[in-house]
């Protein structure tokens, strides 16, 4: 069983950049079947997908927030980290990391995802 855990800050001011990181156990960020997303959820609102890294590392972003969307990985702690830049009041949600069997680039079906982080609270202070 894969597990996620997200971690960050969970107050964070406006034009400021949200960084945060899901530490993954029991599976490996390199595995060929795997990738590994961020999502959000805004109070009131849908999912929406916000990007993913595959096994080999590449990454793909949500059109919409690609000019403020970065996803990197450490393989050696079994991390992959979000940062958003320029931050504005819109961008609280719940933040959560998932990993998905297949790339599912733009997912936003529950189902598609094998498996989810809890979720950590994120608020953009104005």
């Known amino acids: 069983q894969v597990q996620l855990q997200e971690s960050g800050p969970g107050l964070v001011k406006t034009s400021q950049t949200l960084s945060l990181t899901c530490t993954v156990s029991?599976?490996?960020?390199?595995?060929?079947?795997?990738?590994w997303h961020w999502l959000r959820q805004p109070p009131g609102k849908k999912l929406e997908w916000l990007g993913v890294?595959?096994?080999?590392?590449?990454?793909y972003y949500s059109p919409s927030l690609k000019s403020r969307t970065s996803i990197s990985r450490d393989t050696s702690k079994n991390q992959f980290s979000l940062q958003l830049s320029s931050v504005t009041p819109e961008d609280t949600a719940v933040y959560y990391c998932?990993?998905?069997?297949?790339?599912?680039?733009?997912?936003?079906?529950?189902?598609?995802?094998?498996?989810w982080g809890q979720g950590t609270q994120v608020t953009v202070s104005s």
């Open positions: 890294i595959a096994y080999d590392g590449s990454t």
């Open positions: 029991g599976g490996s960020l390199t595995t060929s079947t795997s990738a």
């Open positions: 998932a990993r998905s069997d297949g790339l599912r680039v733009g997912a936003v079906s529950t189902s598609e995802y094998d498996d």
